[in-house]
């Protein structure tokens, strides 16, 4: 099933040509490694996790203003025309305790 929600072929138009992005977000006790095989697009999409340690409702607190933000701001870009690209955080602009990765570092073969 998620093959069939993120997989498109552009020469056979094979798939589903709307696919979403998935950025992750894990609080708590949440497998980074589970989290960073939902990424996707893999290599333009990143993940959000709680830091160690951290408190999880504020740390789901600011993954969700990092959500609202940045859908808000992608969606402005669209209507400017400055292309569709998915608009995340810098990472020196996270809330504090929120850490975000690309997921390599939890991908295994």
Same mark, same amino acid.
Request: proline share 7%; glycine share 10%.
């Given at each position: 099933?998620?093959?069939?929600?993120?997989?498109?072929?552009? /020469?056979?138009?094979?798939?589903?040509?709307?696919?979403?992005?998935?950025?992750p977000c894990? /609080?708590?006790?949440?497998?980074?490694?589970?989290?960073?095989?939902?990424?996707?697009?893999?290599?333009?999409?990143?993940?959000?996790?709680?830091?160690?340690?951290?408190?999880?409702?504020?740390?789901?607190?600011?993954? /969700?203003?990092?959500?609202?933000?940045?859908?808000?701001?992608?969606?402005?870009? /669209?209507?400017?025309?400055?292309?569709?690209?998915?608009?995340?955080?810098?990472?020196?602009?996270?809330?504090?305790?929120?850490?975000?990765?690309?997921?390599?570092?939890?991908?295994?073969?």
């Amino acid at each position: 099933a998620f093959q069939a929600l993120t997989q498109y072929d552009k /020469v056979t138009r094979q798939g589903f040509s709307f696919y979403p992005n998935l950025i992750p977000c894990g /609080v708590g006790d949440a497998n980074p490694a589970i989290l960073a095989s939902l990424i996707h697009p893999q290599g333009r999409m990143k993940m959000f996790l709680q830091k160690e340690g951290g408190d999880p409702a504020k740390a789901l607190s600011a993954m /969700v203003e990092i959500i609202i933000s940045s859908t808000i701001n992608s969606g402005n870009n /669209v209507a400017q025309g400055k292309g569709s690209a998915i608009e995340l955080p810098m990472p020196e602009d996270l809330p504090e305790g929120i850490e975000m990765s690309d997921g390599d570092d939890y991908l295994h073969d």
